[in-house]
């Protein structure tokens, strides 16, 4: 974990319109996004989460965070801006617990690609990627979904998706984050 100089901000609920919609592309970098990008950062880690996507504290931008482990136990920081998810034709998928900074103190198995790229550019405008394996590849496809408007519980089973947001409601989802939630 980083030192941020940047002001946590809530956490915004599923079911709030924003993070039920495609977040918008970036279109400006300048010191507002540099801005946003470190109030990310520190939201993510008020929340002990380990990413974080722009719409999970209330903003409309394709932008997201992560201070993620890769399955070597390497640790990647770094934030994406408009970013673009890569998978393998050949997908290799694994069944992990997942958990969501915006779905509070629920965790519930998902299969996700096991590798994923992610490519777009920093708060400069320059390009970037990030190539990901283990938790860190389930970061970027989690983070990627959210900015798409899709949280990890809208691909699971009906029922348990109803389950997960009922007890997730009865949730004060302040500090409970954990190294799976992402």
Known sequence: MRNSPGTARPITRYGTPVLHRRCAEVTVFDDALAQLVEDMFASMYAAHGVGLAANQIGVDARVFVVDCADASGAHTIAH???PVLH???ERDLVVESEGCLSVPGQHAELA??????VTGVDVH?????LDGTGT???CFQHEVDHLDGLAYVERLPGKLRKQLLAASAEHPGV????????
């Open 136 to 138: 860190l590849a389930r």
């Open 125 to 129: 405008g320059a390009p970037i990627r």
């Open 87 to 89: 998978l393998p034709e």
């Open 80 to 82: 994406v801006v408009n």
């Open 175 to 182: 500090g409970v984050g954990t190294a799976e939630n992402v």
């Open 112 to 117: 996700r690609c096991a590798t994923a790229v």
